[in-house]
C-alpha cells in the first residue's frame, strides 16, 4: 500500500489526475492499494480534509467556496478509481467519522467550559454560548442524503462566537463516551487545533472552521455515517477504509461501523485505523480484539523504535520488533516509515516518531522484506518529495525504496532465518519460493557498527553454487554460498544512524528491474 498524498500536497486541484497518471509505475512497484487522503469537501479549498464539512460531496457541489476539493473533481475521482481497478489497485477511502467543522450557522445553546487536561472536569458551570452547529448543505440540495446537522447531533463545540474564546465547550444536555482513549481523562473529543495556536487565527472567516465532536450515542447519527459509508463504497467501489482518528471514536459505534458497513466487499479488502500510542502495545491488541480482528491498525510502535535506534548510537537493533503490533499481532498490523502526521511539519513534531533520515531505508529495508512486518504502507513524501514546510525537498533516497518494494516483489518470499544477534549488526534471509522469479531469494544484513561487519547466513541448499551480489549498490563484492547453503555477507562501516545491504543471486530472474527503477520526482 502507499499513502498517496502528504501534508504539503499542492492544492492545485490536480491530485487525483496525477494519482491517475501514476498508476502504472505504482504497479510496476507492486502497490496494491492506494490510500488517498479524505476526499470529502473540507472547510476550504486548501484544506487536506480532515476538517470535515459534507461527507457526501467529494467535489460535486458549490459548497465552502468550491466545487473541487483541494485534490479535485468528484468526476476526477471517479476516473482515478476505475483506472486503479484496471491495474489491480485497491482505492482506500480516509475517512473521518469523529467529527465535522466549517458549520454553516450559529446556535444558542447551553454548555460548560471542560479542562483541556482532564476533559471529566469542567471549568465553570453551563452558560448560554453561541456555537457554530449548523449544517445546511443547501447546494447539495438533499442528493444522497437527507440528514442536516444542528446542535442535537454534537456533543462539544470548540469556539463560543459571542464571547471570542476558544476552547473545549461541552453542550450541557450531552456526555462523552466512555468507550475511548483515557488519556486526558477521556479522549472523545479531538481538538482539532491546540489553545496555544488558536490566538494566531484572527479572523471570523476561520473560527468555523474549529472541530465540532460528534454525539456518536444519537441514532440519527449513526444511521447517517453507516449510510454514507455504503454510499461511498459503492459510489467509489472502494477497496476499504482507513479510520482517522479511532482512540477518539466511541468503540461500540466503532465496532457497529465495521459490521454494517465494512464487510468485505472484496477479497482484498482492508480497514485499516489510526489509533496514534508509541509506548504500549497491547493497547493496540485489545482493541483489534474488541473489533473482533476485522480492522488491521497501523503500527506505531514500530515506528518509535525506528526513531529511537536511529536517532542513540548506541541503540540495539535486535530489539527492533519489541513491543509492536506487528512482533504481537502481525496479521492485524499494517506498518510504515513516515506518514503525513510524523513528517516534518510546521505545526507539530513528535521527537519519538521522527526518524533519522539516513535510517529511511533501513526502516523501509525491514518493513518492505521481514517476513513478519505486517502489511507494509509506502510514503508518498519518501518517494518523490514534499512540498514543505518551509520550502519543497527532494525525496533522498525515493529510488532506493522504490528498488527495495519491486525487490519484496520478485524475491521477499518463502521461510525466514533470522540473525537477531548482536546489538549493532542484524540479519534475516529469504529463502525463495519456486513461484516466484524461479525460487530466487534475498539476504538483508544492517549495522549501526563503526566498523566493518560480516555475518553468516543461511538462504537454503537450493541456492548452493550462487554468487549473490549487493542489490542497491551499497557493494561491489559477490558472495559465494556454500554447499550447505550459507554466506558470508559484509556490510561497510555505520556512516550515521544505520547502514543495510540486500544481497540477490546476480543470476535472479528479474534482476534488471531491480537495477532500472529511477524516481525524479513529485510530478511522476
Not at 501514476?22 to 472547510?43: N, Q, R
Not at 469556539?159 to 468507550?179: P, V
Not at 514546510?389 to 533516497?397: G, W
Request: aromatic fraction near 10%.
Amino acid at each position: 500500500m502507499i499513502e498517496a498524498f502528504e501534508w504539503y500536497s499542492p492544492a492545485d486541484g490536480q491530485h487525483w489526475k496525477k494519482l491517475e497518471r501514476t498508476l502504472p509505475l505504482l504497479s510496476e512497484l507492486g502497490v496494491d492499494k492506494i490510500w488517498i487522503p479524505p476526499a470529502c469537501k473540507a472547510g476550504s479549498c486548501e484544506s487536506n480534509g480532515y476538517d470535515t464539512y459534507d461527507l457526501y460531496d467529494l467535489g460535486e457541489f458549490d459548497q465552502k467556496g468550491t466545487v473541487a476539493t483541494k485534490w479535485g473533481s468528484k468526476d476526477e475521482l471517479v476516473d482515478l478509481c476505475r483506472a486503479a481497478k484496471s491495474h489491480g489497485i485497491g482505492i482506500i477511502f480516509d475517512a473521518v467519522l469523529g467529527h465535522k467543522a466549517a458549520a454553516d450557522y450559529t446556535q444558542h445553546v447551553k454548555a460548560c467550559r471542560i479542562d483541556p487536561a482532564d476533559r471529566r472536569k469542567a471549568l465553570e458551570k453551563p452558560q448560554e454560548i453561541e456555537a457554530w452547529l449548523g449544517y445546511n448543505y443547501d447546494a447539495r440540495g438533499g442528493k444522497y442524503s437527507q440528514m442536516k446537522y444542528n446542535a442535537e447531533h454534537f456533543n462539544a463545540t470548540s469556539y463560543d462566537n459571542a464571547t471570542q474564546t476558544a476552547g473545549i465547550f461541552k453542550l450541557a444536555d450531552k456526555e462523552w463516551a466512555q468507550d475511548v482513549d483515557k488519556s486526558n481523562g477521556n479522549y472523545d473529543y479531538l481538538y482539532l487545533i491546540s489553545l496555544e495556536r488558536f490566538s494566531a487565527l484572527t479572523t471570523l472567516l476561520i473560527m468555523p472552521r474549529l472541530c465540532n465532536n460528534l454525539d456518536l450515542s444519537h441514532m440519527d447519527t449513526r444511521k447517517d455515517l453507516y449510510n454514507w459509508a455504503n454510499w461511498v463504497v459503492n459510489e467509489l467501489d472502494l477497496g476499504g477504509f482507513r479510520l482517522d482518528a479511532v482512540k477518539h471514536i466511541s468503540q461500540d459505534f466503532m465496532s457497529e461501523f465495521l459490521r454494517r458497513a465494512c464487510q468485505k466487499k472484496e477479497p482484498n479488502w482492508l480497514v485499516v485505523g489510526e489509533y496514534c500510542t508509541g509506548d504500549n502495545v497491547k493497547t493496540l491488541t485489545n482493541y483489534i480484539n474488541k473489533m473482533n480482528r476485522q480492522m488491521s491498525l497501523f503500527d506505531f510502535p514500530l515506528v518509535r523504535n525506528f526513531a529511537g535506534i536511529s536517532q542513540h548510537a548506541d541503540a540495539d537493533l535486535r530489539h527492533i520488533f519489541g513491543g509492536t503490533l506487528s512482533g504481537n499481532m502481525p496479521k492485524n498490523a499494517v506498518t510504515f516509515v513516515t506518514n503525513h502526521d510524523t513528517q516534518e511539519r510546521e505545526d507539530e513534531n513528535d521527537p519519538s516518531f521522527t526518524i533519522a533520515t539516513d535510517f529511511i531505508p533501513v526502516a523501509y529495508a525491514v518493513i518492505l522484506l521481514n517476513l513478519n512486518s505486517g502489511y507494509p504502507c509506502l510514503f508518498w513524501g519518501d518517494l518523490f518529495g514534499v512540498g514543505g514546510p518551509k520550502e519543497p525537498k527532494a525525496a533522498t533516497d525515493g529510488t532506493l525504496i522504490a528498488r527495495l518494494a519491486v525487490i519484496r516483489q520478485l524475491y521477499a518470499y518463502g521461510p525466514q532465518n533470522e540473525y537477531f544477534d548482536d546489538q549493532s549488526c542484524v540479519g534475516f534471509t529469504r529463502t525463495g519460493d519456486k513461484a516466484h522469479s524461479s525460487g530466487a531469494g534475498v539476504a538483508v544484513l544492517i549495522s549501526k557498527s563503526n566498523q566493518p561487519q560480516t555475518k553468516r547466513m543461511k538462504v537454503g541448499r537450493q541456492h548452493a553454487g550462487e554468487q549473490w551480489s549487493e542489490a542497491l549498490g551499497g557493494s561491489h563484492v559477490e558472495v559465494d554460498i556454500d554447499s550447505k547453503g550459507f554466506g558470508v555477507f559484509p556490510i561497510e562501516a555505520s556512516q550515521g544512524s544505520g547502514e543495510v545491504t540486500v544481497w540477490i543471486d546476480s543470476a535472479a530472474p528479474g534482476r534488471e528491474r531491480v537495477e532500472s527503477v529511477h524516481l525524479v520526482g513529485q510530478d511522476q
